[in-house]
């Protein structure tokens, strides 16, 4: 067996049980330098473990532990973003939790178990790992969204979450035990088989699929099981909003593609019938709720709603390049909010958390750069052209067409209409509404490069898409 490519969750769990011990004997000392020990540690941790995944990444797919894990083109890919979205994330906020006493060692220390957790869903070949890696990213999920125990809002955020995933992680598990009952496996590879022989139960099949969806569902936070998500984004602090907002979503993608293509791609004519009822859901109800929204971070909520519909459309397709269409949407997608998320946490000052849309007001006489920064966020966000998110949505609208849903590609492309109104408020706040003089902007050198960094990424993958594009087309070939 080779246990060789799977080095990079090895060094990973590894770090993160180092970090947590160097934070508790040395993280409580005077010098600055102990006490930013777990922060230096988990950036370390990301870079070298992205350089470790790169150098073990085998030329073909390659398992191992007996079958339960995979090492192939799309977890490499996807392991590659997750490191770097989570690696932004921790420099995004930095400052910010410093300056609201949270900057302490357990919240790196669940981020890193957390990226753990994504990097076995990716790798995952097996229920068993699949399940697993999903309960440990949840379960850091549920602590760091309760980490500020003085806020209440934090407080009720993380129930509802813990609450509410609790029972969306019971109907996966009874999903996969349904569809372990039927095929008489666990191992994606031997279940495809068992669907496609037709010897099954086809009855217990579906009943185990829409399960399965509907864990799918809630861990996308696409509608009607999107309940969670606006509570959550606007009860946690905005750092931990950010990243869950951003790099689960490519866990979950991934979660979406080894259960429903590589495990159960024989039921593909019931899975994309569903998956067509959510994207719908999820496009309408996301871009209109999100229309009346005042809070910044609830408006992203029900725009991560929207754009979870959009990158549903390449999975339905059901080919290849949809697979890919949906990979580069999701990947563009993390960078996009990544980066909004960045500049709310810019504006915030002093404790406040700046996350009403009207703290933007005047952004671009306090700040022109990053307000041009938040410009081009917001314009990609609401698909215009040339910006990423244009493409990301052409790509998957070009699929759906192409397999003959014209009709789904309309209605997507109306209410990306109607969505581009909330984006463009923004832009208006910016640059036409007064300012307040006495508000300044003021963050660290890291930050404020990071953003600049995260902002031309958004710019110049919209002028050059062919390169990413490429790369998650390689995936699915």
């Known amino acids: 067996m080779n246990y060789i490519i799977a080095t990079p969750e090895i060094f990973m769990l590894s770090m993160a049980c180092i970090v947590l011990l160097a934070d508790v004997y040395l993280g409580q000392g005077e010098k600055v330098v102990y006490r930013k020990l777990a922060y230096w540690l988990s950036l370390a941790t990301l870079v070298f473990t992205f350089i470790l995944t790169w150098k073990v990444s085998p030329a073909s797919s390659q398992n191992a532990f007996n079958g339960l894990y995979v090492s192939d083109g799309l ?63 949840s379960l850091a999920m549920y602590a760091l969204v309760a980490m500020h125990r003085e806020s209440r809002e934090a407080s009720e955020a993380a129930m509802k979450y813990f609450v509410l995933g609790a029972i969306a992680s ?44 509907a864990g799918i569902a809630f861990k996308l936070g696409v509608a009607p099981f999107h309940m969670w998500a606006p509570d959550v984004y606007q009860g946690a602090p905005t750092a931990i909003t950010m990243f869950l907002g951003t790099a689960p979503k490519l866990a979950g993608f991934a979660l979406a593609y080894r259960l429903l293509v590589d495990g159960l791609g024989g039921l593909g004519m019931d899975w994309q019938q569903m998956l067509t009822i959510l994207a719908v859901l999820s496009i309408a109800v996301g871009n209109v709720i999100a229309l009346s929204q005042t809070n ?7 725009s991560t709603i929207a754009h979870m519909g959009y990158m549903l459309l390449g999975l339905i397709a059901g080919t290849s390049s949809g697979y890919a269409a949906s990979l580069f949407y999701t990947i563009t997608y993390t960078i996009m909010t990544a980066g909004a998320f960045g500049i709310v946490i810019l504006n915030s000052r002093n404790g406040h958390e700046a996350d009403q849309l009207d703290d933007l007001k005047g952004l671009s006489q306090r700040s022109p750069w990053f307000a041009l920064i938040m410009l081009i966020l917001m314009f990609s966000m609401a698909g215009v052209p040339p910006f990423v998110g244009f493409w990301s949505k052409w790509f998957v609208l070009k699929e759906v067409v192409a397999v003959g ?44 490069f990071t953003l600049s960094l995260n902002g031309i990424t958004v710019l110049l993958l919209g002028i050059m898409p062919s390169a990413l594009l490429g790369i998650c087309f390689a995936v699915f070939t």
């Open 170 to 213: 019971g109907m996966l598990l009874y999903g996969m035990s349904m569809i372990y009952g039927a095929t008489g496996s666990l191992n994606l590879t031997e279940i495809s088989a068992a669907v496609a022989s037709a010897q099954n139960d086809k009855m217990l099949l579906t009943f185990g699929l829409v399960f399965i969806v």
């Open 296 to 302: 910044i971070k609830r408006m992203l909520a029900y």
């Open 405 to 448: 849903h014209v009709w789904l590609a309309a209605v997507a492309v109306f209410f990306a209409i109607i969505g581009a109104f909330y984006y463009l408020r923004i832009i208006r706040l910016m640059y036409f509404d007064s300012v307040d003089e006495s508000v300044t902007v003021t963050a660290s050198a890291d930050l404020k």
């Open 75 to 137: 977890s490499d890919v996807l392991k590659y973003f997750i490191y770097g979205i989570s690696f932004t994330v921790i420099i995004y906020s930095r400052e910010y939790l410093e300056e609201r006493s949270l900057f302490k060692g357990e919240y790196f220390v669940l981020i890193l178990f957390a990226v753990l957790g994504m990097m076995i869903m990716v790798s995952a070949a097996n229920f068993l790992p699949m399940y697993l890696g999903l309960e440990l990213l």
